[in-house]
Each structure stands twice: as structure tokens, then as C-alpha cells.
């Protein structure tokens, strides 16, 4: 035995005999599967195999446990009533929550979703407030896109919005056609298009309207 207890399994003695961790207290070792087993044998079936981590004071461990009447894996911390983590049998999967209802779930008060890219200082967040909710690009100089893969559809870009466009300079720059029951538009601000060679504009003030040409 290389540790306290060193457990060889039903195989015998090992082929591949490999090193254990220094500092392991329990090794367990096989030539094909090496399993440990926790068994609850509670008489209804519903009892619950628990593995605990924990140092020397007992408040502060961790756990790792299988829910049997709930057919549920849960992943802990400390006291908390409700597991950090909660894998179902169906393959959902929820962090604040031990019924999770889609594939991927958060619980929380103000639950916020972070994607962090490690190569640089961008990250993506997507965050409920009460009834509020936002997606925001929190990288320096960052565009957000929303689309079909490669097209871009539709663009946000130092304020601007595009659609249909991957760089939009203007407020809002659809490239193709756009429908709408109305348009209003401040009455110092013409309506332009052929790169603003082609123009309508007017004045509320002097109630006039004006169709021109620039230049």
C-alpha cells in the first residue's frame, strides 16, 4: 500500500501500477473501472448518498450528493438550503435553483450572466433587473451583433444601429428596403437618401415643404 488505506480492486493486483497524489490519505485502484459506491439503503428508496469535504471547522465544507426520490445530482456549499449547483435526470442543469425547468438555469434576486474573454478585457453580460432586462457588450471599442452566421443583421457600433450593415456611421443605417405605418422627424432634419444627394425637407415654423437635390 502506498497511502493509510490503498483499496486494489476485484482485478487483484494492478498491471499499471501508477503513483498516488503525496498527499492522498485513500486510494482506490483497478485495472479496468475504478468505482466508490455510496449507498443509502433507506426503505422507501428515497434516500440520498452524500459525499462531504470539509477542514476543521464544520460549518464551512462542501458536498457532493445524488437526491434519489428527486433523481437529481446537487453540487454545495456551506449551510445553504438549496444546492449551488443541480443536475436533473432529464440533463437540465440550474445554479440557484434544484428544479430547473430548461437545459440551462440561474436563480437569483438580480440574476446576471457573465461571458469573459480570456484573451482580451471584453466580456458579455446578460442581466434581469425586476421586469428589466439587458444584453451588454463591456468591451472597450465593441460592436453586438444579432443575426444569422456572417450576415450581421443587425449591428449596434459606437451608437449606431445597423441593419443589414456591418458598419453603420449614421444612427440608424438599414441597408435594403424598410416598411413603416410612420415616420416623424425633427422639422430641422431633412429625409435623404442616394448618400444624401436626394432630399425632402420642411419647416412646421414656415409651413412649407420643399423636395431638392444637394447642391
Do not use: C
Not at 462542501?62 to 445553504?80: C, H, I, K, P, Q
Not at 437540465?92 to 474573454?117: C, Q
Not at 413603416?180 to 448618400?195: C, E, F, K, R, V
Request: net charge negative; proline share 4%.
Amino acid at each position: 500500500p502506498e497511502r493509510t488505506l490503498h483499496v486494489v480492486g476485484p482485478d487483484g493486483e494492478v498491471t499499471n501500477a501508477v503513483s498516488a497524489f503525496t498527499d492522498a490519505t485513500l486510494v482506490v485502484e483497478n485495472n479496468d473501472n475504478a468505482i466508490v459506491e455510496v449507498i443509502s439503503n433507506s426503505n422507501s428508496g428515497a434516500g440520498t448518498g452524500r459525499l462531504v469535504l470539509r477542514g476543521a471547522n464544520a460549518s464551512n465544507y462542501g458536498s457532493v450528493s445524488y437526491d434519489s426520490a428527486n433523481r437529481r445530482m446537487e453540487l454545495g456549499a456551506d449551510t445553504s438550503a438549496n444546492p449551488a449547483m443541480t443536475i436533473v435526470n432529464n440533463g437540465n442543469v440550474g445554479i440557484g435553483t434544484n428544479a430547473p425547468a430548461f437545459p440551462f438555469e440561474v436563480a437569483h434576486g438580480t440574476p446576471e450572466v457573465n461571458l469573459r474573454d480570456t484573451s482580451s478585457s471584453g466580456s458579455l453580460r446578460f442581466r434581469l433587473d425586476g421586469v428589466n432586462a439587458s444584453i451588454t457588450n463591456h468591451s472597450t471599442n465593441g460592436n453586438m451583433t444579432m443575426g444569422t452566421t456572417g450576415t450581421g443583421n443587425f449591428v449596434f457600433s459606437n451608437g449606431n444601429v445597423g441593419i443589414g450593415t456591418l458598419n453603420p456611421t449614421v444612427k440608424l443605417a438599414v441597408n435594403g428596403q424598410a416598411s413603416a405605418d410612420s415616420l416623424s422627424l425633427a422639422s430641422a432634419n431633412p429625409l435623404s437618401w442616394g448618400n444624401g444627394s436626394a432630399l425632402i425637407t420642411g419647416d412646421t415654423a414656415a409651413n412649407y415643404m420643399a423636395f431638392a437635390t444637394a447642391g
